[in-house]
């Protein structure tokens, strides 16, 4: 496919993006570092959206539990 001579293919020069933008989005799910004290060793044992990229999707199902997993690797997660 023929690129224009004055395309821009680099990232020089560009500015940060929009805290309102689509990439600002919560779409994955993070290990939730917030401690529960009511729980065992006080961890949280969830995940929460996060708008950083991570392998979990919010819009793959079964994500969710597959980051509470890897996150837990001694949870037993039941529905």
């Known amino acids: ?3 224009p001579g004055n395309e821009v293919l680099g ?10 933008g689509a990439g600002a989005l919560a779409i994955y799910w ?3 570092f917030s401690g529960v004290p009511a729980n065992p060793d006080g961890f949280s044992y969830a995940c ?3 708008t950083c990229q991570t392998p979990h999707s919010a819009f793959k199902p079964g994500d969710h539990e597959r980051c509470v ?4 690797v001694n949870v037993v997660v039941t529905n």
């Open 11 to 20: 990232c020089k020069g560009m500015k940060q993006f929009d805290a309102s």
């Open 69 to 72: 997993v890897k996150a837990f």
């Open 30 to 32: 993070e290990q939730d």
């Open 48 to 50: 929460k959206p996060v």
């Open 1 to 3: 496919m023929p690129v």
